[in-house]
């Protein structure tokens, strides 16, 4: 039995959490999901340690939604060395799904990304517990983007 | 029996302190509290660690307030790093409570400012400590603010 | 027996990794190579370490290729961070490979540096994974460069 | 048997550590000091950490004077990181007393700064080797300076 | 018998270990020198590790020579942040002996430059490997300087 772990926050406009949640379903009905929520970005890096230790995660996703404010930004950056840091501790993924506030022209934009960059970063989150390297090898180097469409490969 | 830290500095120009104190005891009664004072931020995240290590605490808040200068910025910033190492080391959680001079207008804004978050942030060590993922998860990705008023969920 | 990894990314818009394969090859066909994809940088790390520690590789290369935006250059930032730190817990070299998109003038320039890099740190990773100590120590403080012109030593 | 640790720079151009000396010999006579001189900031977090672990001190005060340019303050910046990580490392205090050579506009302001920020932290030691949590608590969120006039509280 | 260790890179432009080490075989012709070369500052920090830890060494000194782009000053942020991190892990110093490209106003003046910190930063590892506190003490708080004329103390 694989099971991954989805953290989310309650600072985020958007339930990025619920997008991912429903894409693992869809494409491993097998893998059980456990989901936390925590307050801000800065708490995740610790849920996702818990979830990878404590609860035999074989991999997390931790969704962010960083505010437009530079100390957001500073914020997201700190949580991003976290989770980074997390992963050396535990030898596991984390896959990193944040949308910055101001990354998009409007809200409307600003919603196609959070559901793009859930969805395929929820798939990678599934391909990583399921071990698929040749899926990803296959992808090497071709400049595919999430909540953007891909920059492809340099000709 | 559940027991929380609370970790504040002399530093600070407000003291969030006691509002969390108080907001845990009117919340969760039945919780001990354990409160320590540090000079300034950096000092933090060790108090903190030594609480979660040495005093049982299951969580801990970390309260601090960050004067107008960018090497005041440069300091909350290596504070909070060092706050999400110490969860990660340790693999519980500390709720960083830090309210930045210069984010308000006015001396009186700042005050209701640093109510607020306190409150809040309290809410949350609670919360956390009390294990109640409920409260969160029905939370998720829908805008909540500490010391502002929420963003809100996009619509 | 002597086994080498390659990391890289679909995130990354040349395939570096296939390069760096061959000139592996070419040098040292003895050596065992393991490769690896990952979805970005900041997956790069936990990647490496994976390798070095689990399949026993004597010396990583880690492949990355940030995009022109500022928020580019801080994920890079961070898994430069996060590859020393994974050296360090390892005692284990990671030869980091990052071209990033904006040091080049045009595309044709980008792909030729990422040729050069690639193969100049491929050659050092197998003089790493070889410990051919004497071959560095005859280049020390002579002002070579992977990717752009040697700037050669001072006068 | 109390013992406490004062580590400084020979690039310091103020001996804060002969003021931080005196301070707790009069405050506390009784404690033991340890003082170390290393060549810059960046070389105080190992020298701390060798004081709390292998000379038995009970807490350590890290005496620094960056110098006005920015890689002075680059450099800076990585000691706080240095020192956090070491009290992380340790569960011990280490009290950070840096005075930039660019926060005054004299040199005879400069050493003013150097003498009280001296002083004041020297005291902070020797409170916190003491364990006087309620001299720290008493003065919690009150705005206190060290090398500048008190903040005092917000009314 | 005592063993000291010089890491310097293929990257710099001058022969700064090769000055290193001269100056430790005049000083203390007694003392053991392991000599490394690695491509980059970021190959630095685990290169000193295994000189410390598996080499035996009581002390290591790492050198290199930036470029002039902000790019070659963020690699020599992350590489002094891993060689800080790296005594931390070993409670051994590591003597950090960079000089940036941009420092000087032409190459002659980097040449000195070099000279100058490299001869005196061999001459720190020396006085820390032998454990001469007494030298460094008694120069504390004097605004020594490397590659540039001292500061000299405030007065």
Redesign the interface.
């Known amino acids: 039995m694989v099971t991954v772990g989805i953290v ?11 997008i991912a949640l429903n894409t693992i379903q869809e494409l491993a009905p097998h893998i059980t999901v456990i ?5 801000g970005i ?2 995740l ?3 996702c ?2 979830l990878l ?2 609860f035999n995660c074989e991999a997390v996703m931790a969704i962010g ?1 960083p ?1 437009p404010k530079p ?1 957001d ?3 997201a ?13 535990t ?6 799904c944040f949308v ?1 506030e101001n ?1 998009a022209g409007s ?1 409307d934009e ?2 196609d990304i ?1 559901k793009d960059r859930a969805r395929k ?1 929820a798939e ?1 989150l599934v391909r990583i517990a399921l071990n698929d ?1 040749e899926w ?2 296959a ?8 909540g953007h469409p891909d ?5």
Chains 1, 2, 3, 4, 5 share one sequence.
């Open positions: 989310d926050t309650t600072f985020a406009r958007y339930d990025m959490g619920k989901r936390r929520t925590v307050p800065k708490d890096p610790v849920a340690k818990i230790e404590e939604m505010g100390i930004a500073q914020c950056h700190q949580a991003s060395i976290g989770l980074i840091n997390c992963q050396l501790m030898n596991k993924h984390i896959i990193e910055f990354e809200e600003l919603i959070c970063h990678h390297q990803f090898t992808r090497a180097g071709r400049g595919y983007r999430q920059a492809g490969p340099l000709l």
